[in-house]
T-cell receptor, first 115, second 112 residues
Framework: NAGVMQNPRHLVRRRGQEARLRCSPM?????VYWYRQLPEEGLKFMVY????????ESGMPKERFSAEFPKEGPSILRIQQVVRGDSAAYFC?????????????FGPGTRLTVL | LAKTTQPISMDSYEGQEVNITCSHN???????ITWYQQFPSQGPRFIIQ???TKVTNEVASLFIPADRKSSTLSLPRVSLSDTAVYYC?????????????FGTGTRLLVSP
C-alpha cells in the first residue's frame, strides 16, 4: 500500500510564474490536507479538502492560492504569480473517512524555491 | 486549540532513555494529545496518541498525568536514527477531521 505521493519533490519558479503541486492520497483515503513549512518552523495548516469539496481553507492566503481535490486524480495546490516569500516546503497529508485514531499520513513534501 | 510548550532542543547519547515533556495548560475535555516525528526533508510521522494515563506502542510511551496539563513522550534506548524534531499536538479528535497545529517542536540530537 503506497503512502502519500507528492510531486514534484523540488520545484523552482521565477517570480510571477505559477506553481502547481500535486498530492495523491493513500489508497482509500478521501480526506486531504495541505500544510506549509518555513525553515526552522513547524507546519502551518492551509486547507482541508474532501473529494470535490473544500471543507476548511482558513489557513490559505486570500490571494493567489487555491486548492482542489477532483473526483478523479490528485489534489492540486496552485500558487499563482509566485513571490519569494512563497519559498517553503509544502506537505500534503491524508486520512481515512473513519478510523480509531484519525491519523494523518504525510507525504515527502514539495520544496518550492522562488528565484 | 490548546497551545503547547516544549523544549526547543535536547541532546542524548545512544542507548539512553529520552523523555520530552510538553505543557498544555489549556487542554479541553475533548482534546487528545498526539506526537509526531519529523526527519530532515521528510513529512511528519505519527508516533503516538493518548487521552490519559499511559499509552505504549512499539516505538514509544506516552505518560499523561491526571490533570492532563502536560504529557511526556518517552523513547527507550535511543539510536542515532532517532535524531529528529518531535512535535506535541493537542486537539479535538472530531470524526473524520483533526486540524493539526504544529509548534516549533523539540529538536533531539542523539550522539554516539
Amino acid at each position: 500500500n503506497a503512502g502519500v505521493m507528492q510531486n514534484p519533490r523540488h520545484l523552482v519558479r521565477r517570480r510571477g510564474q505559477e506553481a502547481r503541486l500535486r498530492c495523491s492520497p493513500m489508497k482509500g483515503h478521501s480526506h486531504v490536507y495541505w500544510y506549509r513549512q518555513l525553515p526552522e518552523e513547524g507546519l502551518k495548516f492551509m486547507v482541508y479538502l474532501q473529494k470535490e469539496n473544500i471543507i476548511d481553507e482558513s489557513g490559505m492566503p486570500k490571494e493567489r492560492f487555491s486548492a482542489e481535490f477532483p473526483k478523479e486524480g490528485p489534489s492540486i495546490l496552485r500558487i499563482q504569480q509566485v513571490v519569494r516569500g512563497d519559498s517553503a516546503a509544502y506537505f500534503c497529508a491524508s486520512s481515512a473517512t473513519s478510523g480509531r485514531r484519525h491519523e494523518q499520513f504525510f507525504g515527502p513534501g514539495t520544496r518550492l524555491t522562488v528565484l | 486549540l490548546a497551545k503547547t510548550t516544549q523544549p526547543i532542543s535536547m541532546d542524548s547519547y545512544e542507548g539512553q532513555e529520552v523523555n520530552i515533556t510538553c505543557s498544555h495548560n489549556n487542554i479541553a475535555t475533548n482534546d487528545y494529545i498526539t506526537w509526531y516525528q519529523q526527519f530532515p526533508s521528510q513529512g511528519p510521522r505519527f508516533i503516538i496518541q493518548g487521552y490519559k494515563t499511559k499509552v505504549t506502542n512499539e516505538v514509544a510511551s506516552l505518560f499523561i498525568p491526571a490533570d492532563r496539563k502536560s504529557s511526556t513522550l518517552s523513547l527507550p534506548r535511543v539510536s542515532l536514527s532517532d535524531t529528529a524534531v518531535y512535535y506535541c499536538l493537542v486537539g479535538e479528535r472530531n470524526t473524520g477531521f483533526q486540524k493539526l497545529v504544529f509548534g516549533t517542536g523539540t529538536r533531539l540530537l542523539v550522539s554516539p
